[in-house]
């Protein structure tokens, strides 16, 4: 197990002052876990009126439906990213966690997508010689994230060339 995930300098990171943290928005998690358990009781209460073959098969499907969501759930409660001064750590949806010090990163990539509930969305990619961090403006700490990379690009910790000056402009915007 990576070590990095758990101590920077003998102390526990997700607990130290951090300057700033990049999450998953849970604004749809609490409807969410109240549709899926009425969905799933739903199942289960199907399968408990049918005939043995049938409730077996619905008693599999509740099951693997559960497993499905469950995992869903769980990738955006795992993800966290940490900003610690100079060091960004991050714990990946799977739970993987690495660090990457400002001045490991290669190229910042600055896009806008689209999607019906949001409109325009900001992403911002990380790059480094061997990880990719990738975080966009419906995440919480987004702001906090665009402003620290211009912070860092003005003290020269981040190499000049590493951002295009159209990411530039999108990163003053966010």
């Known amino acids: 197990m990576d070590r990095s995930c758990h101590k920077i300098t003998g102390r526990n990171r997700w607990n130290m002052h951090a300057k700033f943290k990049v999450s998953m928005s849970q604004k749809g998690s609490a409807v969410f876990i109240v549709l899926f358990i009425l969905f799933e009781a739903a199942l289960i209460g199907l399968s408990l009126n049918a005939d043995q073959r049938s409730a077996i098969m619905g008693m599999v499907i509740a099951v693997m439906f559960f497993l499905l969501c469950f995992a869903a759930e769980l990738t955006s409660l795992l993800f966290k990213v940490q900003v610690i001064d100079s060091i960004i750590s991050v714990r990946t949806r799977i ?22 509930e949001h409109d325009q969305i900001g992403e911002i990619t990380i790059k480094t010689a061997n990880r990719k961090l990738e975080i966009d403006q419906t995440m919480n700490g987004f702001q906090e994230m665009a402003g620290y990379i211009l912070e860092k690009l003005v003290s020269g910790e981040i190499n000049e060339a590493a951002v295009s000056a159209h990411c530039k402009t999108r990163l003053s915007k966010y």
């Open 95 to 116: 739970g993987r966690c690495y660090n990457i010090h400002i001045s490991e990163i290669t190229e910042i990539v600055c896009e806008t997508s689209f999607d019906k």
